[in-house]
C-alpha cells in the first residue's frame, strides 16, 4: 500500500468531515460584524388571545398550561417599554425592566455585549415586549377552571420599585373570590433569574391550579442572518435537557408543524428553552419537580418553550401553594455555565453550547485557549501560543513519521521490482509487499495517523473559536479586529480601494491566501509523490482549500498558517535528521528527469 495514496484518502476524508463544502460554507461561516441587534439576536413575541381576555386551560393532568396565541401588530421599541408601568432592573451585566402589565420579564439588555464594534454600539439587547417586531420575553402565572387567575393583562402591584442582585421584587395580585397571587424575582450578578410563584386560598372553597413558566419569542425562519441558521455542525433553536441527555432532535420547522399542540418533552430533572449561536433562554424547574414540558407555535412566527405542573394541585383554604423556576436569560459564557451547572446541579446546562462530537476534547481546548488569553490579553496571540503547544505535543508522532517516509522511500526500489515481477499476479503481489514491509519493519500506515490526529484537533478548533462567545469581536493586529468573523481585507477589490463588495465566494483575504501559500510551501518539502496524478492533487489542495476556507472565522485561519508555518520549520529540522529521506527524493527526481529527457529526444 503506498503511504501518499493513504495521506490522499486521509485529506480526502478530513475535508468531508470538516467542511462538507455547501453545507459548512452555506450555513456554518462565523458572523460578521453586524450593526443593529437584528442581525444579533432573533426576537418573540408572546401573541395575545383573539379577544384579549387571560387564557382558559384545563386542570386536568398532564395538560398544558398555555392557551392557543395570536400574534399581534409590531409596534416600536420605544413606544412598547412606555406603554405601561414598569420596575426597574439594575446589574453590573444586565439592564432592563419588568413590565407590570403581565408581570412579564420582557426587557433585558446584556451591557457586557455589544451588537458590534463600534464604540457607540447598543448593548445586546437578548428579551423585548410583546408586540414589538423582535419580541422576546419571559412570563410566569397559574392556570385554572373556575378560578380568576392573572392573565397577559393583569396589572400587579411591586413591593419595591428596582430588582437588583440584593433587592429582589415582588409581584402581588389577588382576584375577587379570595386568591392571593405572587411572583418574588430574585437576580444574581450575572444571568441567572429565579422566580417564587406562590397562591394563598383565603376564599370558602378549595381551587385547582397549576403553575406555568413560559418563554415566548418571534423568530422569523425566512429573515435570518446565516450566523443563526441552524446546520448539521452548529445546531441553534429549541433545545434541553430531556431524560438526561442534552438534545436538539426538534427543529422551528418540527415546532411550526407542530402548531398550538406542540412538541411534548420530558424534562424531569432537565431544562428547556431556545439557543441562539451565542445567546440563552432556558426555564429551569426545580431538579424535584415533576413537569409538563413542551415547545409549541402560534403561528406568524410565534414560538414557546412552557414547564408546567405535571397535575393541577388542589390548594384548600387556608393553605399556600409555592413553586420555584429559575431562567436562565444571557450569553452562553462556558465558564459561567460551568459554575452555574456545579452550584444549582443544573444538568448539562453547559451543553447549551453545540460542543458536538468531540465535547470531550473541546472543552480541555477551550479552557487552555481561554487561559492564554488571560495570560497575554490578546486572542490572536493566545492563538499562536496555542499552536505551538499543539505542534509541540504533536512533534514525537510527526518525528515518526518522517522516519516512516525515510523507510518507506528506502524500500521503493524493492517495491518496484515486486510489481514488475508479479504485474499479471495482483494477489502475490499484494502478498510479497506485505512480506517486504514486514521483513523491513516498515509500516505504511505510519505517515497517516498525524493527519488522522490533527481532524479532532482541527474541528474541536473550528467549534471553539465558531461558538465561544469569549472570541467574540475580539482583535489580533492590524486589519484583523474580528477573530470570529472573516479576514476583511481581499485583494480582489484591491483591499477596499474599489467601492464593491465582492461576492463570498470571490471575497478571499489576506490571512486564507497566506495558509494557501503555506501549505503549497510545506507540500514543496514533502518527497515528491510516486505517481503523476498524486503531484496534481498536491498541486492544487492549497489553492482549492484558499476558497474553502476564505468564509471561515480568521482565528481559524490564522491557526492553520501558523501551524504550516511550524510544520515547514519542523520538516526542515527533521530532514536534518533523516538526510537519507531527502536524498532518496533528489535521486529519484533525477532519475525521472533522465527518463523524460529520454523519451524527448525519442
Not at 407590570?100 to 457586557?112: E, Y
Not at 373556575?146 to 429582589?168: E, F, I, Q, R, Y
Not at 450575572?190 to 372553597?205: C, D, F, H, K, P
Not at 433545545?239 to 442534552?246: D, I, K, L, W, Y
Request: aromatic share 10%; charged share 20%; glycine share 6%.
Amino acid at each position: 500500500m503506498d503511504d501518499k495514496r493513504n495521506i490522499i484518502i486521509a485529506v480526502l476524508l478530513t475535508g468531508i468531515i470538516l467542511f462538507g463544502w455547501q453545507y459548512v460554507v452555506e450555513f456554518a461561516f462565523p458572523e460578521m460584524a453586524q450593526t443593529e441587534q437584528a442581525a444579533e439576536q432573533a426576537a418573540s413575541n408572546e401573541a395575545q388571545t383573539a379577544n384579549g381576555d387571560a387564557p382558559t386551560v384545563s386542570t386536568e393532568p398532564g395538560t398544558s398550561a398555555i392557551a392557543t396565541e395570536v400574534a399581534g401588530a409590531a409596534i416600536s421599541l420605544p413606544k412598547a417599554l412606555k406603554a405601561s408601568p414598569r420596575i426597574a432592573i439594575e446589574t453590573p451585566r444586565v439592564n432592563g425592566s419588568i413590565n407590570l402589565k403581565g408581570g412579564r420579564l420582557d426587557d433585558l439588555t446584556l451591557t457586557d455585549h455589544r451588537t458590534s464594534q463600534d464604540k457607540d454600539s447598543p448593548p445586546v439587547r437578548l428579551f423585548a415586549p410583546s408586540g414589538t417586531k423582535k419580541a422576546y420575553f419571559s412570563r410566569f402565572g397559574w392556570a385554572g377552571d373556575g378560578v380568576a387567575v392573572p392573565g397577559n393583562d393583569t396589572v400587579w402591584t411591586a413591593d419595591v420599585d428596582k430588582l437588583t442582585p440584593t433587592t429582589p421584587v415582588t409581584l402581588t395580585w389577588s382576584n375577587e373570590t379570595g386568591q392571593t397571587y405572587s411572583i418574588t424575582y430574585s437576580i444574581d450578578e450575572n444571568y441567572l433569574i429565579t422566580a417564587e410563584q406562590s397562591v394563598t386560598n383565603n376564599g370558602e372553597a378549595p381551587v385547582a391550579l397549576n403553575p406555568f413558566g413560559l418563554l415566548s419569542r418571534i423568530h422569523d425562519l425566512e429573515n435570518l442572518p446565516t450566523s443563526e441558521q441552524s446546520s448539521w455542525t452548529i445546531r441553534l433553536g429549541p433545545m434541553g435537557v430531556f431524560e438526561e441527555v442534552a438534545n436538539f432532535d426538534y427543529d422551528y420547522e418540527d415546532v411550526a408543524e407542530a402548531g398550538t399542540n406542540g412538541v411534548t418533552v420530558d424534562a424531569d430533572k432537565g431544562w428547556i428553552g431556545f439557543t441562539d449561536r451565542y445567546w440563552l433562554g432556558a426555564l429551569i424547574p426545580e431538579s424535584s419537580a415533576k413537569v409538563d414540558a413542551k415547545f409549541r407555535s402560534g403561528g406568524n412566527n410565534n414560538f414557546q418553550a412552557q414547564v408546567a405542573g405535571e397535575n393541577a394541585e388542589i390548594v384548600a383554604p387556608g393553605k399556600t401553594l409555592k413553586t420555584t423556576t429559575r431562567l436562565f436569560a444571557g450569553a452562553k459564557e462556558t465558564v459561567l455555565l460551568d459554575t452555574y451547572k456545579e452550584q444549582y446541579n443544573i444538568p448539562l446546562l453547559d451543553r447549551a453550547v453545540d460542543w458536538g462530537w468531540f465535547y470531550w476534547f473541546e472543552k480541555p481546548l477551550f479552557y487552555m485557549l481561554d487561559w492564554l488569553f488571560k495570560l497575554v490579553g490578546n486572542f490572536g496571540v493566545a492563538i499562536i501560543l496555542m499552536t505551538f503547544v499543539v505542534r509541540g505535543i504533536m512533534f514525537p508522532i510527526a518525528q515518526k513519521q518522517f522516519a516512516s517516509m525515510a523507510q518507506m522511500r528506502a524500500v521503493q526500489p524493492k517495491m518496484k521490482k515486486i510489481q514488475e515481477r508479479f504485474k499479471e499476479d495482483k494477489q502475490k503481489q499484494q502478498q510479497e509487499i506485505m512480506k517486504l514491509y514486514k521483513d523491513e519493519k516498515v509500516n505504511p500506515l505510519a505517515g497517516c495517523l498525524p493527519i488522522f490526529l490533527q481532524i479532532p484537533i482541527f474541528f474541536a478548533l473550528y467549534k471553539v473559536l465558531m461558538l465561544s462567545i469569549e472570541m467574540r469581536h475580539q482583535p489580533f493586529a492590524l486589519w484583523i479586529q474580528d477573530l470570529s468573523a472573516p479576514d476583511p481585507m481581499t485583494p480582489v477589490n484591491l483591499f477596499g480601494l474599489l467601492p464593491f463588495d465582492p461576492p463570498s465566494f470571490l471575497a478571499v483575504g489576506i490571512l486564507p491566501i497566506l495558509m494557501g501559500i503555506t501549505m503549497h510551501l510545506q507540500f514543496k518539502l514533502n518527497p515528491a509523490p510516486m505517481e503523476e496524478m498524486q503531484k496534481q492533487i498536491f498541486a492544487i489542495m492549497p489553492w482549492i482549500l484558499v476558497f474553502i476556507m476564505a468564509p471561515f472565522a480568521a482565528g481559524l485561519q490564522l491557526y492553520w498558517t501558523v501551524s504550516n508555518i511550524l510544520t515547514i520549520a519542523q520538516q526542515k529540522w527533521l530532514y536534518s535528521r533523516h538526510p537519507q529521506l531527502k536524498e532518496q527524493a533528489a535521486k529519484e527526481a533525477e532519475e525521472k528527469a533522465k527518463e523524460a529527457e529520454a523519451e524527448a529526444k525519442g
